[in-house]
């Protein structure tokens, strides 16, 4: 419902916004308008427009054509301060952060008033207690997860009494519990009369969420819908403008040797605010798939960068194969057959003023024989980028277009990509559709399948419960640095993993 407020004036409307970029038409003639108390979904693949279009609602940049209102008079934001003074916040889905300032002074920086650090302090105390948003605010962000930065955006953007509020995949690191807790503050704001502009992948939480439903494809308006009218096949389809097959298996899943195998995994905590991890166990197969669940900040980061070698374990028994791995580096690992994907794609999987053919070069360079005797090989590397791109269906110019230049959906699966495409016997990878559309999902999914038929066997670590229980052959679940027992997927209870995961992040499991 939307709050009782039909017939008044939309707290924002759009009429014919386009925006151009060179070789771009991000947005083209788009209009639609979104009530006061209504949640209203924007969906589209990635690269349909919607990051362009929230952008210029929340004054980052302007429109070339078309007009913007707001309750009715015309509306003009020149830049974010005149957005946010008109009431309208924002939750990013990659985080303005500065990485070595602590939890406070980056919600200061968002801050236009003239709060002591006391006043602000309170402020977000209470903001915390309200909407159960677990953070320390004198913590470095540096040392935070994934889904503790996402808690800092949410409460900078809750402290300034958004009219309406723009969320950008807010639950891509939540766990179902969170989630809940996270629409359960989204109601509440919406029964006050906010407005949310709801953007996300995931789209039986659209179901779940919104009133209504803007669709963009090649950034233009292609429908609008009723989400609790549709299903999430439908709404794909709407966005994707055909059918969605689903992940394909094999039939029967046979697995062979053991191709990884982690015993006595432990190590401590590298800064105050990490996670040790303890007494790490598993094996994985050949041809399968084994998850990882957990909520964001329990080990994940460092148990991959133990896997990969960036954090190295000789007392630990890692075997790939009948070759121990644990004192090796990364580069050593992946030329032994081991290759690997972070969760963060920005920075420490791609660097994003480099060009495609480099970001490849970074880990394909030795599996892929794009360096001789020191020297890049340009024709190969372009070659091998160019393959990612046309394999993987990656909207970008070329192989010479910068990382930073393609959406997050396109940089996550030109990522996957260059690493699938290495033919490793093992890939570990986290998040593997962090923010991406519905189509790209099911297309890295089915990458992933593949990969295991073939033979590799492969590690994934989400906080996406319906992914891993979609893809994966055997779980276990990762909470404070301790990794569960083994369970098949096909017995497992979503009750029983959820309470594995504990709930809230750093609290202990606890059964009522």
């Given at each position: 419902?939307?709050?009782?407020?039909?017939?008044?004036?939309?707290?924002?409307?759009?009429?014919?916004?386009?925006?151009?970029?060179?070789?771009?038409?991000?947005?083209?003639?788009?209009?639609?308008?979104?009530?006061?108390?209504?949640?209203?979904?924007?969906?589209?693949?990635?690269?349909?427009?919607?990051?362009?279009?929230?952008?210029?609602?929340?004054?980052?940049?302007?429109?070339?054509?078309?007009?913007?209102?707001?309750?009715?008079?015309?509306?003009?934001?020149?830049?974010?301060?005149?957005?946010?003074?008109?009431?309208?916040?924002?939750?990013?889905?990659?985080?303005?952060?500065?990485?070595?300032?602590?939890?406070?002074?980056?919600?200061?920086?968002?801050?236009?008033?003239?709060?002591?650090?006391?006043?602000?302090?309170?402020?977000?105390?209470?903001?915390?207690?309200?909407?159960?948003?677990?953070?320390?605010?004198?913590?470095?962000?540096?040392?935070?997860?994934?889904?503790?930065?996402?808690?800092?955006?949410?409460?900078?953007?809750?402290?300034?009494?958004?009219?309406?509020?723009?969320?950008?995949?807010?639950?891509?690191?939540?766990?179902?519990?969170?989630?809940?807790?996270?629409?359960?503050?989204?109601?509440?704001?919406?029964?006050?009369?906010?407005?949310?502009?709801?953007?996300?992948?995931?789209?039986?939480?659209?179901?779940?969420?919104?009133?209504?439903?803007?669709?963009?494809?090649?950034?233009?308006?292609?429908g609008e819908c009723d989400p609790r009218q549709e299903?999430?096949?439908?709404?794909?389809?709407?966005?994707?403008?055909?059918?969605?097959?689903?992940?394909?298996?094999?039939?029967?899943?046979?697995?062979?040797?053991?191709?990884?195998?982690?015993?006595?995994?432990?190590?401590?905590?590298?800064?105050?605010?990490?996670?040790?991890?303890?007494?790490?166990?598993?094996?994985?197969?050949?041809?399968?798939?084994?998850?990882?669940?957990?909520?964001?900040?329990?080990?994940?980061?460092?148990?991959?960068?133990?896997?990969?070698?960036?954090?190295?374990?000789?007392?630990?028994h890692i075997n790939l194969h009948g070759l121990e791995?644990?004192?090796?580096?990364?580069?050593?690992?992946?030329?032994?057959?081991?290759?690997?994907?972070?969760?963060?794609?920005?920075?420490?999987?791609?660097?994003?003023?480099?060009?495609?053919?480099?970001?490849?070069?970074?880990?394909?360079?030795?599996?892929?024989?794009?360096?001789?005797?020191?020297?890049?090989?340009?024709?190969?590397?372009?070659?091998?980028?160019?393959?990612?791109?046309?394999?993987?269906?990656?909207?970008?110019?070329?192989?010479?277009?910068?990382?930073?230049?393609?959406?997050?959906?396109?940089?996550?699966?030109?990522?996957?990509?260059?690493?699938?495409?290495?033919?490793?016997?093992?890939?570990?990878?986290?998040?593997?559709?962090?923010?991406?559309?519905?189509?790209?999902?099911?297309?890295?999914?089915?990458?992933?399948?593949?990969?295991?038929?073939?033979?590799?066997?492969?590690?994934?670590?989400?906080?996406?419960?319906?992914?891993?229980?979609?893809?994966?052959?055997?779980?276990?679940?990762?909470?404070?640095?301790?990794?569960?027992?083994?369970?098949?997927?096909?017995?497992?209870?979503?009750?029983?993993?959820?309470?594995?995961?504990?709930?809230?992040?750093?609290?202990?499991?606890?059964?009522?």
């Open positions: 419902m939307s709050n009782g407020q039909e017939g008044a004036a939309p707290r924002l409307k759009l009429e014919g916004i386009t925006k151009r970029f060179p070789g771009v038409l991000a947005n083209d003639q788009v209009s639609f308008y979104i009530a006061p108390g209504e949640i209203h979904a924007l969906l589209g693949e990635n690269g349909a427009g919607k990051s362009t279009l929230v952008k210029m609602i929340y004054g980052i940049m302007a429109p070339d054509a078309g007009r913007m209102f707001w309750n009715g008079a015309p509306m003009q934001v020149n830049n974010p301060r005149a957005a946010r003074r008109l009431g309208v916040g924002m939750v990013f889905q990659h985080f303005s952060l500065f990485e070595a300032l602590t939890v406070l002074e980056n919600i200061a920086l968002g801050m236009d008033g003239n709060l002591s650090r006391r006043e602000l302090e309170t402020k977000v105390r209470e903001v915390m207690a309200t909407y159960k948003l677990v953070l320390d605010p004198s913590r470095v962000v540096s040392s935070l997860s994934v889904g503790e930065r996402q808690r800092i955006e949410i409460v900078r953007a809750l402290l300034l009494n958004p009219k309406l509020l723009i969320m950008d995949e807010p639950t891509s690191v939540l766990t179902p519990q969170e989630v809940e807790q996270l629409f359960g503050t989204l109601r509440q704001l919406r029964d006050e009369g906010c407005s949310i502009l709801y953007i996300s992948h995931k789209l039986h939480e659209i179901r779940e969420l919104c009133d209504n439903a803007t669709i963009l494809r090649n950034g233009r308006v292609v299903t999430s096949t439908s709404m794909a389809e709407k966005m994707i403008g055909g059918s969605l097959k689903g992940v394909a298996k094999s039939g029967e899943r046979v697995f062979g040797d053991v191709l990884l195998e982690v015993n006595g995994l432990s190590l401590p905590k590298t800064h105050d605010f990490g996670t040790a991890l303890e007494d790490i166990r598993f094996k994985v197969r050949k041809g399968e798939i084994f998850g990882v669940a957990g909520v964001a900040g329990n080990g994940q980061n460092e148990l991959l960068a133990a896997l990969s070698g960036e954090m190295r374990s000789p007392d630990a791995i644990g004192h090796m580096g990364p580069n050593r690992r992946r030329k032994a057959g081991l290759c690997c994907v972070p969760e963060e794609r920005n920075g420490h999987a791609a660097v994003a003023d480099f060009s495609l053919s480099d970001n490849a070069v970074l880990t394909a360079r030795h599996r892929q024989g794009l360096v001789r005797s020191g020297m890049v090989r340009n024709k190969a590397s372009h070659a091998f980028a160019s393959d990612v791109i046309t394999r993987f269906s990656v909207k970008a110019t070329g192989s010479g277009a910068t990382a930073g230049s393609l959406s997050g959906g396109n940089l996550q699966k030109f990522i996957m990509g260059r690493e699938i495409l290495q033919r490793p016997q093992v890939l570990v990878v986290s998040q593997p559709t962090w923010g991406v559309d519905a189509g790209a999902a099911e297309f890295i999914h089915q990458a992933l399948v593949d990969m295991a038929d073939a033979g590799s066997g492969i590690v994934v670590i989400s906080q996406d419960l319906d992914e891993l229980l979609e893809l994966c052959d055997t779980l276990s679940v990762i909470n404070l640095g301790r990794l569960s027992p083994p369970m098949e997927v096909e017995n497992a209870s979503i009750e029983e993993i959820g309470l594995l995961m504990g709930g809230i992040h750093g609290q202990e499991a606890v059964a009522t």
